[in-house]
């Protein structure tokens, strides 16, 4: 039985619900998968996941130990660390701490049979991933998201050097790799596209009764900086003071609550828009059903699920034309994109569609509901929870199986694009 070791920084995590999924499809197919966790979970989960906090102290000395053993595996890496990259002290001292948790999470999994080590995000998790696999002489690969190779990419070099295989989400992170990292071989950097579960059109696509109904926003996502609510906050005020009547919600909790109340109060919103914290999935069905616009403000994303799920319940959404967004959203047709930061861009674009929205009538067939449904069929055909599954289970199987092999065998040509919608 293949043994996969899958490893994300927190696990699991209720924004990041896509790691929980590839996990059961694995166990679907007969894969022994052990889940790892970084950082202490905070949500409920299954017993069994390895978490690497709190640190144990014998497990440490252990970990040193077989370094000491192994450590010709290791110091490359380590020689990276130290002298090579444009890494500032603190992110060197950081990585090298790393080092020794990726030798602790190899002492975790030295007696389990692992064959392979996975990890989401190219954050430090996947430095603890890349030394753990040198140590233990196993396979390692990576799925790269959005702001974890947008914006971060400490010492992302070394780990698609280092990978067998990355994963990325959209065509967009793939170009992104192959022109930032040209020596990565680009046979081994693969799509495969994230899904959402599509309701049925008896719980989608339905119209609101706009008869005496504020135009409602939405907003979906964590509260940091890169998410960039703030923006959405500027853009607020500006439609109260043309006179729009709206209301805004942002479901959604990070550490830029405070700061996001505090500009709130000072642009006089509290009666337009509400931070409503975490948002349960049955909570998040309301919502999204009375939204008349779903709208992302961030500076940086992969495909948010987001959009996927709204899109999915025939919303109207509205979105930066940034990243892989234009992949999902094809502007006045799947949806609106608007120019990234652009605030008067984003604030026309919002009076446009409440327009639109207020002439629409309970028995004509509107050029927004047209807009809905195909929406909601780009979803159906290509971001799938279902479909996306089981396409990812094929070609991780197939990509751990090349074990050793040269990069002309990492699997079917990317020009496939069928086969790249995974």
């Known amino acids: 039985m293949l043994t996969v070791a899958y490893l994300a920084n927190q696990f699991p995590a209720a924004v990041e619900p896509y790691?929980?999924?590839?996990?059961?499809?694995?166990?679907?197919?007969?894969?022994?998968?052990?889940p790892g966790s970084v950082r202490m979970p905070t949500v409920a989960h299954e017993p069994g996941i390895l978490c690497l906090q709190p640190v144990r102290v014998r497990t440490l000395l252990r970990a040193l130990t077989l370094v000491l053993r192994h450590r010709e595996r290791i110091a490359g890496l380590v020689t990276q660390v130290l002298m090579r990259g444009k890494e500032s002290p603190g992110r060197r001292l950081k990585a090298l701490l790393h080092t020794w948790l990726g030798a602790y999470y190899a002492v975790q999994l030295q007696e389990r049979g692992v064959d392979h080590i996975h990890v989401h995000h190219g954050y430090f998790g996947s430095w603890i991933a890349v030394v753990a696999a040198r140590l233990l002489d196993v396979g390692f690969s990576l799925t790269l998201h959005g702001s974890d190779l947008l914006l971060e990419g400490t010492y992302l070099d070394t780990k698609l050097e280092d990978c067998r295989f990355c994963v990325t989400i959209s065509e967009y992170n793939r170009r992104y790799i192959l022109k930032h990292f040209p020596a990565i071989d680009p046979g081994k950097i693969v799509v495969s596209r994230l899904g959402v579960e599509v309701p049925e059109p008896a719980e989608s696509c339905r119209r609101v009764d706009r008869l005496r109904r504020t135009f409602t926003l939405l907003a979906v996502g964590r509260l940091e900086a890169v998410k960039d609510h703030a923006f959405l906050v500027r853009a607020c005020a500006r439609l109260r003071d043309h006179g729009l009547d709206f209301k805004c919600v942002i479901a959604g909790e990070g550490r830029e609550r405070q700061r996001l109340e505090s500009l709130i109060r000072q642009n006089r919103l509290q009666d337009h828009l509400k931070l409503l914290g975490h948002v349960s999935g049955e909570q998040m069905d309301s919502l999204?059903?009375?939204?008349?616009?779903?709208?992302?403000?961030?500076?940086?994303?992969?495909?948010?699920?987001?959009l996927m799920e709204a899109m999915a319940r025939g919303r109207i959404v509205l979105a930066p034309s940034i990243t892989g967004i234009p992949e999902i959203i094809t502007s006045g047709r799947t949806g609106f994109l608007y120019t990234p930061g652009g605030l008067d861009d984003f604030f026309a674009r919002i009076l446009f569609l409440q327009a639109l929205i207020c002439a629409e009538t309970g028995s004509a067939v509107s050029r927004l509901d047209w807009i809905r449904h195909a929406a909601r069929v780009q979803i159906v055909h290509n971001f799938s929870r279902r479909k996306s599954l089981s396409q990812f289970g094929d070609r991780f199987l197939q990509l751990v199986a090349t074990r050793g092999s040269s990069s002309q065998d990492w699997g079917p040509s990317h020009e496939d694009f069928v086969l790249q919608q995974i």
């Open 288 to 306: 999204y059903r009375h939204a008349d616009v779903v709208v992302l403000t961030s500076r940086s994303e992969g495909i948010p699920l987001v």
């Open 19 to 34: 790691v929980s999924e590839e996990i059961e499809e694995l166990r679907r197919r007969g894969v022994h998968v052990i």
